[in-house]
């Protein structure tokens, strides 16, 4: 058993422990902006499939007092950064500082510099060999907290955020993240056997995360790679098991079941680009249309709408929205 934390969203942490608890974490507490749970490799993976709120799961190894760049580099040069990092393999160093702290440790980028020479220097004392630092797609990241004069040291067993699902057109404004759209769903009542309707659906993301949720299908089967995979412990039988289960859990999706709306033809457009890339075009109609025709899909007896109106995002915006949010009463 390992002790995990998963960040998300802030407001969403209750959603992602209910997450974590159906598929058998324990230990389950709420954190700001995450949940720390305990589990074994089984639950680690499960989690990097089934959770559709979380951005990322960390490993916590260690803490230590940081109360200089020099004070943090003797600790990190003591680990033994030898079983994470060895052959080929890239690393990447982020570090946030919060809280208060001594006036030499208030600089994040310093600070990730400091690790990142602590780091190289142990592998090159312990290998020989000069580790290689990719920013862009490491292979393994390190993640430090440094808050109150004590640092963390997290491995990310993620990489690149889980909010990433890889539907999403290039060209989408204003999207609502992947990560927030499902637990908009999760949290909204929806019961995920009634057709949905978006009657602004902008690039889509609603409409994406309620296939995903109503096919039960598990948002990390859309990827490849996890850092977790390039750890020491990484167990490929056991991974591959959770994937054949998620994939045997998947079902479809009725027909007519997704109703999507918007004024911008370009929205429609890149709706219907994430609905192909996930393979349920044939289950939704997209229509450009302006919120106030809509009219209830032909055939549809029953329906559940969830949207995201402009919420306007500069000063004096929300003057012009007012009309559109009386509209959207009365209609
Ligand atoms: C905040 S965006 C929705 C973003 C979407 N949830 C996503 O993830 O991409 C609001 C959308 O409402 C649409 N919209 C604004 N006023 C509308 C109206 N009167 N009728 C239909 N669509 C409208 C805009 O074109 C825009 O795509």
């Known amino acids: 058993m390992s002790k995990f934390f998963v960040t998300c969203a802030r407001g969403t942490e209750e959603v992602t422990a209910y997450e974590l608890e159906e598929i058998g974490a324990d230990a389950i507490e709420i954190g700001m902006g995450g949940v720390h749970f305990e589990g074994d490799q089984d ?7 089934w959770l559709r709120t979380a951005n990322r799961i960390l490993l916590p190894l260690r803490s230590f007092q940081c109360r200089s760049p020099e004070e ?25 500082i919060s809280g208060r702290n001594s006036i030499t440790m208030n600089h994040s980028h310093y600070a990730r510099l400091k690790a990142k020479d602590a780091i190289v220097d142990r592998i090159r004392e312990k290998t020989g060999d000069r580790p290689n630092v990719d920013t862009d797609h490491p292979d393994v990241r390190v993640v430090l907290y440094i808050r109150d004069g004590v640092c963390t040291l997290n ?3 993620t990489g690149e955020s889980l909010h990433n699902r890889g539907y999403r057109s290039r060209h989408a404004e204003a999207p609502l993240k992947e990560t927030l759209a499902a637990a908009i769903l999760l949290l909204s009542g929806w019961d995920g056997e009634t057709p949905l309707v978006d009657p602004m659906c902008g690039s889509g993301t609603l409409l994406a995360e309620a296939a995903l949720i109503a096919s039960n299908t598990a948002p990390g089967l859309l990827r490849e790679r996890f850092t977790f995979m390039n750890w ?8 591959e098991k959770c994937v054949e289960e998620a994939k045997d859990a998947q079902v479809e999706l009725p027909d007519n079941f997704l109703f999507g709306f918007d004024q911008d033809r370009d929205a429609v457009k890149q709706t219907e680009f994430a609905l192909k890339v996930l393979g349920f075009e044939d289950k939704a109609t997209i229509t450009q249309a302006k919120f106030e025709e809509f009219q209830r899909p032909e055939g549809m007896e029953q329906g559940f709408l969830v949207m995201n109106p402009p919420y306007g995002e500069r000063l004096g915006d929300e003057e012009g929205l007012v009309p559109l949010y009386k509209l959207m009463g009365d209609t």
């Open 43 to 49: 639950v680690l993976y499960k989690a990097h499939l």
């Open 72 to 96: 943090m580099y003797d600790n990190l040069v003591k680990f033994k950064w030898e079983t994470f990092l060895h052959g080929d393999l890239t690393f990447a160093v982020e570090c946030t």
């Open 155 to 157: 491995m990310d067993a």
């Open 232 to 239: 020491p412990d990484f167990h490929a039988p056991r991974w």
